[in-house]
């Protein structure tokens, strides 16, 4: 589902750049830069390590990230992280409190812009890390577990943009094609720390990052942005986990005078 | 300002976007048929001493399904989940159906037994200065004689209270020996009971080995993972241990005594424990009912199994050796303090 919908943005971007795609200038659609937003995401888990049944909840989101062209290769790194209390939905029982945090290094190659750079768009590699430590109350009140999920995994990214509006859209996507999977078989226990890891490839762990964004200059050094990511994962195993996280920030980058564009 | 409206705009824009309520697994089926199979299940992926308790659980399933089907209320449904659940003959296990309940627990024919152990019965007739409960709320401590100091633990249920055991050191550091009274402690924190115990060496050492469920095959279990007592607190006690144990020592008790029984200046005295090691897990049925089931599998240092055979002492003193009526005499004690007489 995810696959799909990044495929069918890379296309539409695509579609909207240009042919003469010579380089003018950096082809990088973000400038070196640093970039901090704060904002609000919706967590829904399902955990069959736990119970099976899903979880929802809302919590802050805080995120920092920075991005850097480094002879016309665009490093972008993310790290973003969060507290939420989620309640059972569909009838569950119980109650879960959650501190999640994702970090994501991705290395893109331009491969089209057009000539004024008004669409880019780059493609490349994704690492990505996710961990996730949940506190799961029982809803006999007879007491708590805490489980654990661990995701690192590397896969194929994209990144597009076109200037619009007086600012740019962003879309951009990665994919996990191979993964290790920390997710202890029952409950974390002091003894068996790591217990639980395992090599995912994509028949067995699916899922993907999509983020779209708007920014737009607000002064000559200072960008505000506004994005929406969504982030799932797909784990078919013995304790199989499916977990979508939205996420709406809000925050402004940090660029050099001589990084506009 | 019109730039500023329409960063706005796109901000509501993703904000609505951002709306989406996705359904990642259907609801859950809380039949009776769907709550049965979803225990049988779990317990199936989870429980790790099949092979131990001897065990066949698919016909254990088949024999329970056909009643958890034909049950006419949620009381009748529990009995039977908690039948089944016995066939595992496991104190770890049990069922607590509802909020408030109390578990249905499995009781092994022991546990019927009188006690052979009377808390009062020391309390009057042996301790003397004892230590206040204010000071020291989880233990019960004292002195036997001028040199022999007393600390019983009665549960290690809790988190962190090793300061009260460090407070108690501190206060019979004059003694020569000690008794440690787990008599009846049917445990509680694994974490807690060895941090306890960690007072009592002075140099780590491997106890045990534990191999934890780890797959869906009844025999997918770690390696052994060895469980080491390390010092803890701000003094161990390095004298001659006496540990008291009976029947009625269960789980991180046992693991208690586990620990401490291999050091060399401990000698045990009383009776064997329950043998109840499983590390219990808690699970959750679709209608918000728990269960537990036993994670691991315990072994001594020379990899015998724990469960259901406990751990024995070096020092017997049967069963119902104590005495009735106003006569009544702690036989365990009484042997312990002829032996601290013997060793001066």
Known sequence: MLTKHAARLALVVLAAVPVAVLAQGEPCARPTSLVASFGLTQSDRADAAINGSQYQGRGPQLSVGAAANVRSICIEAFATGGARYLRPVGGGFGSERILEGRAELSVLKPVAWSSDNRATLAVGLSAQVTATNTRHAFGDASGVSKYRLGVGSLGPAFDASYRAMGGRLFAGASIPLVSVVDHPYVAVSSLDPMAGLRVATWSSLRGGNVDLGYERPLSRLVTGTVAYQVNGIRYDDVRPVRTLSQMLTFGFRLTRPTERR | ?344
């Open chain 2, 1 to 344: 300002m019109m730039k500023h409206r329409t960063f706005l705009l796109g901000a509501a824009a993703l904000a609505v976007t951002a709306c989406a309520d996705p359904t990642l697994v259907a609801p859950a089926d809380k039949s009776y048929a769907a709550l049965f199979d979803q225990m049988w299940h779990e317990t199936d992926l989870t429980y790790s001493m099949f092979d131990v308790k001897r065990v066949n659980w698919d016909s254990v399933g088949a024999v329970y399904r056909p009643r958890a089907l034909a049950a006419q209320s949620d009381f009748a449904f529990a009995r039977v989940l908690s039948d089944m659940l016995s066939s595992l003959h496991d104190r770890h296990v049990s069922l607590t159906p509802g909020r408030g309940a109390m578990p249905l627990t499995y009781q092994a024919a022991s546990d019927y037994q009188p006690l052979d152990f009377d808390s009062t019965l020391v309390e009057r007739a042996y301790l003397t200065r004892r230590l206040s409960a204010a000071t020291v709320p989880h233990l019960d401590a004292g002195w036997l004689s001028a040199t022999v100091a007393y600390i019983r633990f009665p549960s290690f249920v809790g988190n962190d209270w090793g300061g009260e055991l460090d407070a108690a050191l501190d206060s019979l550091r004059s003694a020569t020996q000690l008794v440690i009274d787990v008599r009846c402690n049917p445990g509680g924190n694994y974490e807690l009971a060895l941090d306890l115990a960690g007072r009592f060496t002075d140099q780590s050492s491997v106890f045990g080995y534990v191999r934890i469920r780890n797959g869906p095959k009844h025999d997918d279990l770690t390696d052994p993972i060895a469980e080491t007592l390390r010092p803890t607190g701000k003094r161990q006690f390095n004298g001659t241990i006496y540990l008291l144990t009976n029947r009625r020592v269960f789980s991180s008790a046992e693991n208690f005594a586990l620990a401490l029984r291999q050091l060399p200046n401990v000698v045990t005295v009383g009776d064997t424990t329950g043998g109840s090691s499983g590390r219990p897990v808690t699970r959750e049925l679709a209608n918000g009912w728990t269960y537990e089931l036993s994670t691991w599998i315990e072994y001594t240092t020379d990899h015998r199994v724990l469960e259901d055979a406990g751990v024995a002492p070096t020092v017997v003193v049967p069963r119902g050796s104590s005495g009735n009526g106003a006569g009544k005499r702690d036989a365990v004690l009484d042997r312990v303090l002829a032996l601290a007489a013997t060793r001066g």
